[in-house]
């Protein structure tokens, strides 16, 4: 028998996740790709866009074409940073915050439209078992970068 990677049916999910969650921002008026740069903004209350094209691995064209349309769907502000006259601060706006309350109730309710099958014991050593891969992961793209910055 032939098995599948872990990459094959994580590829899978996210295209049925991107369809799912699509459907219902664009009621919202924003993106599946701008929602994830709210996400981070709102972790963070304000940041710059440096910050987030370094953590969300975006293009500075891209990232600057993002903000300007949510900046003009009333989602974030942007202003100069007091520490560096050169650099932007966006943050959310009162729209933009609704928006990522509204997606984790999207992301929940998608869990459970997928999970539905599992019981809760194996919901739980599959987050874990995630959750670890993640953390693992992410430790080790840290090292890199930090090993290629030396």
């Not at 003009?72 to 009162?94: F, H, P, Y």
């Not at 999207?106 to 539905?116: G, I, M, P, R, T």
Request: aromatic share 8%; charged share 30%; proline share 1%.
């Amino acid at each position: 028998m032939h098995l599948k990677s872990f990459a094959f049916y994580i590829a899978l999910l996210r295209k049925d996740f991107v369809a799912y969650c699509s459907e219902r921002l664009a009621e919202l008026g924003v993106t599946y790709g701008q929602l994830f740069i709210l996400i981070y903004i709102s972790k963070r209350k304000e940041c710059s866009p440096k910050d987030i094209c370094e953590f969300l691995k975006l293009d500075a064209g891209q990232m600057n074409r993002t903000l300007s349309k949510l900046i003009e769907n009333d989602c974030i502000t942007q202003r100069k940073s007091t520490k560096d006259k050169r650099a932007n601060i966006v943050s959310l706006t009162e729209k933009g915050n609704n928006i990522v309350e509204i997606s984790h109730s999207l992301f929940y309710q998608w869990d459970e439209k997928v999970l539905a099958g599992m019981d809760e014991t194996s919901r739980q050593t599959m987050m874990e078992s995630i959750q670890s891969i993640t953390l693992h992961h992410n430790y080790n793209m840290e090292e890199k970068k930090h090993e290629q910055a030396e």
